[in-house]
Nanobody, 128 residues
């Protein structure tokens, strides 16, 4: 069965860094869109970044451009989110998501309904 297992969350001070990991299993990893979303208390879930596993194209929300980097290790079927220069407003539960439909790019990556599998989430807390 399809599984997405996140890890790497934690608590850091503003300006610090964290790296999240999402290990995928149970499906053909290549040529898919995978993304990171986050949800802060009282707010809607929002797209943070996405990657096309077939060619490595990446996509970012404006709020994290230049600070976050999404990458992958095809051999491990794992997607990473390197988060640098963290701010208190980055505090949220972070979720990994996978769209299992074959794709050539991730055009609508920021819409939740594009993804049919989700991880359990990992908490990121940034203190000022």
């Amino acid at each position: 069965q399809v599984q997405l297992v996140e890890s790497g969350g934690g608590s850091v001070q503003a300006g610090g860094s964290l790296r999240l990991s999402c290990a995928a299993s149970g499906y053909l990893y290549s040529s898919k869109c995978m993304a990171w979303f986050r949800q802060a208390p009282g707010k809607e879930r929002e797209g943070v970044a996405a990657i096309y596993t077939g060619g490595g194209s990446t996509y970012y929300a404006d709020s994290v451009k230049g600070r976050f980097t999404i990458s992958q290790d095809n051999a491990k079927n794992t997607v990473y989110l390197q988060m640098n220069s963290l701010k208190p407003e980055d505090t949220a539960m972070y979720y990994c998501a996978a769209d299992l439909r074959p794709a050539t790019y991730c055009g609508s990556w920021y819409f939740e309904y594009e993804y049919n599998y989700w991880g359990q989430g990992t908490q990121v807390t940034v203190s000022s």
